[in-house]
Structures are given as C-alpha cells and as structure tokens.
C-alpha cells in the first residue's frame, strides 16, 4: 500500500443524460448504499424534459453526496462529459451510464485496488449484461465479460495493441480512474475531435465525435499514454442493462451495404487513434478490422438462412470500397485468410453459448440475481431503502 496515497479518497461517480426519470433511481440506490461510503454522484441533466429533476432531488435533500447540475440548453454528449468530468472532486473518479448500476462493493473494490497499485493508471472492471424488456422492471441474465479470475496487472502497451478488441475497447469506457485523468483525457478529447477536428476528417465522421461516438475509443486510451500498466479486477462488476428498443432484430437491417458502412466509420475512428499515436499497431488493426467485418457478412448472411437480398452487391459496392480503401493488397488478402478461421471461431463460440444458456443458465443467473447486485430471484432490482 502507498504511505503517500490517501488511505481513504474520495471518489465520483459521474452519469449524464437526457431523460432518466424512469430509471435513474436504480443509479442512485445503488451508489448510495456502497459498502465504500465516501463517494459523491456527479449528475449532469442536459436540460431533460421529464421529471428527472424531481427525482434527483428528492434523493439530494436525503443525501448530500448527491450532487445535481442541470445544463440551461440541451448541449449533447460530449459538453456534459466534460462538465461532468471538471464538477468531480474526487481523488478518483468512474463513468456510470444512467440506466446501469454498480454492485454493492464496486468502490471499495475499486479503491483497494489503486491502493495496492498506486501506479496504475486505472481499473478495468468485469461487465455484467442484463436485458430489461419492456417497462415491467424484470431483468433477464445477458453475460459477463469476466478476464481472469483475480486482480491482473498488464502493461499499457498491451491494451494499446488491443484495443480494437470489442470486449476491451467497451469495458474499458468504465474503467475507475483517477479525476484529474479523466478531466485531462475529456480535454484532450474535446479540443482534437469536437471542437477542432481536422480538416481531414470526414463529414461523417465529424458527426460521430459531435454525438461522442468515438469517446469511449479514446479516453482510456488516451490515460493510458501517461502510464505504465493497468488492472484488470474481477471483483468489481458494472451492470449494464440493455433495452430491448436498442436490440437489431430485424436482419434486413444487417445488410451487406450497412455492415462494411458501419465498419468503415469505426476504421475511421480507430484510424484517428493509431495512425497518429500508434501506428506500430495500425496495420495489424486494420487486418484485423477487416477480418472481423468479412466474418460478419458471412454469419449475418448465414442467419438470414442465405436469402439473396442480405448478399447486395450492388448496394454494398461502395461501402465495400470504403472499407477497404486504405487497404493494400496484401493486407486485404490477409484479412480474408484470417476471415475463414474467425467464422469457424464465431459459429463454434455461438454453439458452446447455446449450450451454456441451455445447461448452465440457472447456475450462472444464481450468481447473479444476488442482493451483492442489488437484485432479488424474482429478476428485480431491490434495495434495501424502503
């Protein structure tokens, strides 16, 4: 344990949205009742039009850890991050969505970590995924992303390489950090890819920074250029819920043309991050960006059960060609090789989670509708405030 780091810090918990008055009591509840109890909850509202406010308040004037901001003018996402970021007083500070919670140890968990590795420059946790369907408040056990089986230390430089790895790029958007890092990466952030984006930045592209659609590519990453290692703590679990409005059921909506345009906005942004500050791993990037993309065609198109309109050739042309614009010859050969193994990989990986879902279902849901996750067996979210 550090003698110089403050045995016990405060830490913030950031949320910002628009609109959470259904479900921002489950963020509070479960923040509230940490076992870790020097916290604060920074909330940024971006000028809401329901009753979020009302909510917020009434828990404010029971506890004054919660801290309530409202923006006069609807600003967006990437404004009230930062302002999110700057209200932080907290030696430490984490990202929390307004639909998602936290498991009742997270923080404690959290600051145990840093103080048995000061140096680190963060704690990634292990992402719970729950579905919610409808407005009923039932929940149905999705995953979890779990990396190891005990607190593990990785060389920066590792994550860097990986990042366009789905699992790590996305858990790594929650990872507990500390507050002047933070403040420093939504700076960084804003000035280079909302305020001042280069002029060669695509139209598109520019879009995707102005929603803040590239932010949870960056800001991890963009910490860790300032350290050495992080962790990985699979005693801290985020609960992300799912609703099912956000879900894709419909596979026309998986397209050949949509599938390489969405990947092709993704390249641009990871493009944005590793040409310019990493471009030692841009090209095994890109080969694997391309892969991952080519394998998602053929298992969308084999879902579909091989219908001829998900397989558009003429409409996917051009997304098909940007895609693979900045591709060489070889590394696009490569991709398509390495795009047969990954389909096997996918299709077997599908398989082994049918077969968990059927077998090891009620195993796996026990541990986790578990008042530790504030949740009961009857698949509800449950405090113990009355």
């Known amino acids: 344990m550090s003698q110089g780091m403050n045995k016990n810090p405060l830490v913030s918990i950031c949320t910002t949205f628009f609109n959470a008055e259904r479900y921002i009591h489950r963020l509070l509840d479960s923040c509230l009742n940490q076992t870790y109890k020097n916290v604060e909850i920074v909330i940024v509202d971006d000028a809401s039009t329901d009753k979020s406010e009302r909510v917020i308040r009434e828990y404010a004037v029971r506890d004054s850890r919660v801290k309530y901001f409202s923006n006069d003018k609807k600003v967006g996402v990437s404004e009230s991050f930062l302002k999110m970021a700057q209200l932080a007083k907290g030696d430490f500070a984490m990202v929390l969505g307004a639909d998602d919670w936290l498991a009742k140890d997270y923080i404690e968990n959290g600051v145990c970590t840093f103080l048995k590795h000061p140096d680190i420059a963060g704690v990634v946790p292990d992402l719970t ?30 994550f860097l390489k990986y990042i366009y790895r789905p699992e790590h790029l996305y858990i790594s958007g929650y990872a507990f950090v500390r507050s002047k890092d933070l403040v420093s990466a939504m700076n960084y952030y804003i000035k280079n890819y909302y305020h001042n984006p280069s002029q060669s930045v695509p139209e598109e592209l520019r879009g995707f920074f102005k929603r803040a659609l590239g932010i949870d590519s960056m800001l991890f990453p ?14 801290l ?5 799912e609703h099912s409005k956000n879900q894709r059921f419909d596979l026309e909506q998986e397209a050949l043309a949509k599938i390489f345009q969405d990947a092709h906005y993704y390249l641009l942004i990871y493009k944005y991050i590793y040409k310019y500050k990493w471009s030692q791993f841009y090209r095994q990037m890109k080969i694997y960006k391309g892969a991952e993309t080519l394998s998602s065609a053929f298992v969308e198109f084999f879902r579909s059960g091989f219908r001829q309109p998900l397989l558009n050739f003429r409409e996917g042309k051009e997304p098909i060609r940007n895609f693979f614009g900045e591709f060489s010859f ?8 390495y795009s047969a193994p990954m389909v096997v990989w996918r299709c077997l990986s599908f398989t082994v989670r049918n077969f968990v879902k059927k077998y090891g279902q009620k195993a796996r849901e026990s541990s986790v509708f578990t008042q530790e996750n504030f949740l009961d067996s009857e698949r509800h979210f449950r405090t113990s405030r009355p």
């Open 237 to 241: 679990n985020y609960i992300k819920v």
């Open 129 to 158: 995924t729950l579905f919610e369907r409808g407005d009923n408040g039932v929940f149905t056990f999705g995953g979890r992303v779990h990396f190891s089986s005990k607190i593990k230390v990785y060389p920066a430089k590792w």
């Open 222 to 235: 963009e910490i860790l250029t300032r350290y050495k290692s992080f962790a990985f703590d699979p005693s």
């Open 330 to 337: 070889d590394e696009t050969l490569i991709a398509a090789v």
